[in-house]
């Protein structure tokens, strides 16, 4: 299958200097690991967990109860924290698979207080602007009533989300910090988590007791840090060579015509592996460092590129790369339009995936 599919290459070592960067970066505060949407589309069976428990990593965040039951039956020593909550009828899964719901609401917390026996770790999220999930800041005072019940776990943490960590120059940024700031006053004591990738390179005011990184494990986002590591890269093989005429279309509804003899190649992706079809007679690919334009719709599954000018170097059976430690996955969300968490995140489940040391 290897001159059928597409090649995703991805490399474990580099999560890992990129975790050890980010620990670095942050002193004394711990450095969790966000692995929802497995992984940011990299899981492979837990693979990307397994080398971030290998690094020294002990606390996880994932978005939903399935995700951590999933990661759970594999890994029975580490601290899985959902982000989305405690839902209905939920809590005897999370006790069942020892999971820890983040508490966004007073309805969630008070029904965690009365069923959860195990006083070993609550983590409480409160909204600073993000105005997604979390408990609203006119709710605070209902909280501090309930204090004593919290003193009784052995851990609290306190987080909440930055919503512009993304801009350092973003003035909300601060704002959100020291609304913060207000409710770790109200609940002192305790330990308390803010920043997210972007957040902890706003720098050590915003690092607390906790970090949260996702995106910059995986190599996105590298203008946060310059010494982040390329992680995925993605090349597909050519399956066939078509040459046009002049005046000849070329894909779908014809939007491309050949203003010249032109020597095309297909490869075997397409929107459902998560190319946009935004890219259509706009994206391009590489060759040994070489531009080849997207020529044509991007259909389902193929798309039709422009070799003319390395038409004698390149043969059936090649390969042209889409995103790789040149042209980043950062590099490609800008041509596309998107930012890097979609790309790596709606990676096709067709493409071979290759895990490297």
Known sequence: MKYSTPSLDINLNAVKHNYNLIKKYCGNSEVCGTVKASSYG?????????????????????????????????????????????????????????LIPVINTITQLKKWLKFNKNKNRLILHFDTGMCRLGIQENKINEVVKLKKKLNEYREVIIMSHLA?????????????????????????????SLAASGGIFLGKKYHYDLVRPGINLYGG?????????????????????NHLKKGETAGYSRTFKAKKNTVTATIPMGYADGIGIRLSNKGYVHFKGKKLPMIGRVSMDLIIIDITKLKNKI???????????????????????TIPYRIITCISKRYLRNYKN
């Open 42 to 98: 990299l899981g492979g069976h837990n693979k990307i967990v397994n080398k971030l428990i290998k690094s020294g990593c002990k606390r996880f965040f994932v978005a939903n109860i399935n995700e951590g039951i999933f990661i759970r039956k594999k890994f029975k020593s580490i601290t899985i924290n959902v982000l989305n909550g405690l839902n209905k009828s939920e809590e005897k899964i999370f006790r069942k698979y020892n």
């Open 164 to 192: 512009c960590s993304g801009n350092k120059k973003d003035k909300y940024n601060k704002i959100q910090r020291q609304r913060f700031e207000k409710i770790k006053r109200k609940l002192p004591g305790y330990k308390y």
């Open 221 to 241: 986002n590298q203008n946060f840090n310059k010494k982040i590591m390329h992680v995925v890269s993605l090349r597909s093989p050519v399956i066939q060579i």
């Open 315 to 337: 043969k059936e059976g090649d390969f042209v790369s889409i995103y790789d430690n040149k042209f980043t996955i950062d590099n490609f969300a800008n041509l596309t339009g």
